[in-house]
């Protein structure tokens, strides 16, 4: 028996291979980005979001703990010394873009990383939230409705991408939405006249709301000057970034990790390289349920092994006390 | 969270803590009761009704640590109805088992008034308490991005040190009173034998879930990362003074079949409780690391 109660399933966001086939998603191309920042600066004007004057709430002791566990932010153990700024996500900043220099020979590259939430196809922070204030929404996003949240922290615990942030000022999490409310915002085309001048009346219609052509895309890729993050149905947006990595021998990320995501990334260098979580591949309801069946299993396990030994120990008094008052009988 | 802060840090450390001990002191407490109520009377009332205060410190600590703790019903509300989250679960068990400690604790005031029904509250509190002492476990362990805690051990490895724990404070409770420790000598020569076992089943558990760990880098983070005291917390406090230390003095008690000298007994029991403490601020930080 599982933990997981069925109606928490990924069914109640639509079944994990529909969101895979019919969710919209975006396409990261490290090849095309140019490192303007202005995906950065469309994102906060779009959320209203305040700018970060200074690093707020650093704790020297954890930050030291977590050198020595995983190395000095940035690219394989090296420390920041790029232009990356802000230097890491919070509360208010729901997307950075992370400069890499890599030395070359005698050249220097700049790589330019997205560093956001990915929206994963079946999110682990959504199975993390107690209260359903995160959700996943069948076009893609994975949003926090901030008026339901109790500020757990669940969802930072479970993100395997270090996404969610505590806004501490309103005790709740918070996080890139995809623009929920731009890309749900379905635009509608005026049909035929139908009323008289005195009572004008239009038939409208929606247009569909899967295609790119007629949606208000995410901030971000609106705004991104050389197409360098697209936006579009998610089969799509796969066969672009499968093309365009194999064109450029590039690497992808995001197809497989946590099961897969709504945002896919196509390096041109190792994602490991360029300081992206390296991220189990199988979908978070998978790995949960394992590790809770095989939980179930061992107290299964104990409970039997304790009743064999209370049994075995009253079978062996009852022996003793049977001895016993045979020879009392005696 | 800021850069380098911890998002699950004190409050979370207290919660766990108080609701392990709450949970062995439960377990420890019935089980005298249906054993012999009438002889272990003082014990029992003591074992249940700190139980009880701990129990209610433990979700008390567990709301006021949520950035919004007026809306802490939510998560209640949504779990009759919905049931999302998997890390969740438990709160419902520890609502009950909570409610289920203040209740047996309030007919110990007068035990022998109404057995029957208090007998009914002490099989529902021993029952709930098994899973409120896994569940500071179960909550690692669904946190799916900290690599430390996916085994399915953890919560069991949390239920072992907590009743551990549990036996620490029974057996001060005990050794503390000269007439006590004179009438219970029978019962704190079980205790050892229980003590020895658990600490053997505890011992395997642990090794076990340092060998199961998906990723061996956030082990040796555990054994090696001075910061933020997890390894020296692991291995002073929990495998020395936690496991090793009573190991030693429960076996040559156990072989002995006598109890120890109320001084070791003290250093004993002390030890169980400073172990079940450090495995679990050396699990909690170590594995935020990763």
């Given at each position: ?74 690219y ?7 232009f ?17 220099e890599?030395g ?14 990915m929206h ?47 806004n ?64 579009g ?26 099961g ?68 009392k009988?005696? | ?28 407490g019935?089980?005298l ?43 209640i509300v ?12 438990t ?28 007998r ?41 040190t ?7 404070i ?14 219970f000598?029978d ?8 003590t ?15 060998v ?8 040796i ?70």
């Amino acid at each position: 028996m599982s933990l997981i109660p069925e109606k928490a399933t990924q069914d109640r966001f639509g079944t994990y291979e529909e969101v895979a086939r019919n969710s919209l998603a975006m396409l990261f191309d490290q090849d095309l980005c140019i490192g303007c920042r202005a995906c950065q600066v469309a994102c906060k004007r779009w959320n209203e979001r305040e700018p970060l004057y200074e690093q707020a709430g650093r704790d020297p002791v954890a930050e030291l703990g977590r050198e020595i566990a995983k190395g000095k932010e940035g690219y394989a153990g090296a420390e920041i010394v790029s232009f990356t700024n802000p230097q890491n996500l919070e509360a208010h900043t729901w997307l950075t873009m992370k400069f890499d220099e890599f030395g070359d020979g005698e050249t220097l590259q700049w790589l330019f990383t997205r560093v956001s939430c990915m929206h994963c196809v079946e999110a682990p922070c959504v199975y993390g939230c107690p209260t359903t204030a995160l959700w996943k929404y069948p076009e893609g996003p994975v949003v926090v409705r901030t008026d339901l949240c109790i500020g757990c922290r669940n969802c930072i615990e479970t993100c395997p991408f270090d996404v969610p942030r505590m806004n501490f000022e309103l005790g709740v999490v918070e996080k890139c939405t995809l623009c929920a409310d731009r890309i749900s915002n379905k635009p509608i085309a005026v049909g035929s006249f139908k009323g008289d001048t005195y009572n004008p009346q239009f038939e409208i219609k929606n247009i569909f709301p899967y295609s790119s052509h007629n949606l208000l895309e995410p901030a971000c890729v609106e705004t991104c000057p050389t197409d360098a993050l697209k936006w579009g149905p998610r089969n799509e947006i796969v066969r672009m970034a499968r093309e365009k990595a194999q064109r450029i021998g590039g690497f992808l990320y995001g197809l497989e990790e946590a099961g897969g995501t709504n945002v896919i990334y196509v390096l041109k260098r190792p994602p490991e390289e360029l300081g992206l979580p390296k991220v189990y591949k199988e979908r978070p309801s998978t790995r949960t349920e394992r590790l809770v069946s095989q939980f179930n299993a061992l107290g299964l396990a104990g409970v039997l092994m304790l009743g064999v030994v209370g049994a075995v120990r009253w079978l062996g008094e009852r022996k003793n006390r049977i001895l016993k008052n045979n020879g009392k009988g005696k | 969270m800021a850069a380098g802060q911890f998002s699950w840090d004190i409050p979370v450390l207290v919660e766990e803590y108080v609701f392990g001990l709450a949970a062995g002191l439960a377990i420890i407490g019935v089980l005298l009761s249906l054993r012999d109520w009438r002889r272990f009377s003082s014990l029992i009332r003591t074992s249940i009704t700190l139980s009880a205060v701990l129990a209610v410190v433990g979700l008390i600590t567990l709301v006021i640590e949520l950035g919004r703790p007026e809306r802490a019903a939510y998560a209640i509300v949504n779990l009759l109805l919905l049931g999302t989250s998997v890390m969740s679960r438990t709160v419902p068990v520890l609502m009950i088992f909570t409610g289920a400690a203040v209740l047996s604790a309030l007919f110990w005031i007068r035990p022998a008034s109404v057995v029957k029904i208090r007998r009914f509250f002490e099989v529902v509190l021993l029952l709930s308490a098994f899973p409120a002492g896994l569940q500071a476990g179960i909550l690692l362990m669904a946190a799916s991005k900290r690599l430390l805690w996916q085994t399915p051990i953890l919560p069991y490895l949390y239920l072992f040190t907590g009743i551990l724990a549990a036996i620490g404070i029974v057996g001060l409770l005990i050794i503390r009173n000269t007439k006590l420790y004179e009438e219970f000598t029978d019962l704190l020569v079980d205790m050892n034998t229980y003590t020895v076992v658990l600490l053997a089943v505890t011992g395997l558990a642990t090794i076990a879930h340092l060998v199961f760990v998906e990723s061996p880098a956030a082990v040796i983070n555990l054994l090696t990362n001075p910061f933020p005291l997890a390894a020296p917390t692991f291995y002073l406090g929990y495998i020395i003074v936690g496991l090793g230390l009573p190991a030693t003095h429960s076996y040559i008690a156990f072989a002995a079949r006598t109890p120890l000298s109320r001084n070791i007994l003290l250093r004993l029991y002390i030890s169980l409780i400073v172990g079940a403490l450090a495995l679990r601020v050396s699990m909690l930080y170590a594995g935020q690391l990763f």
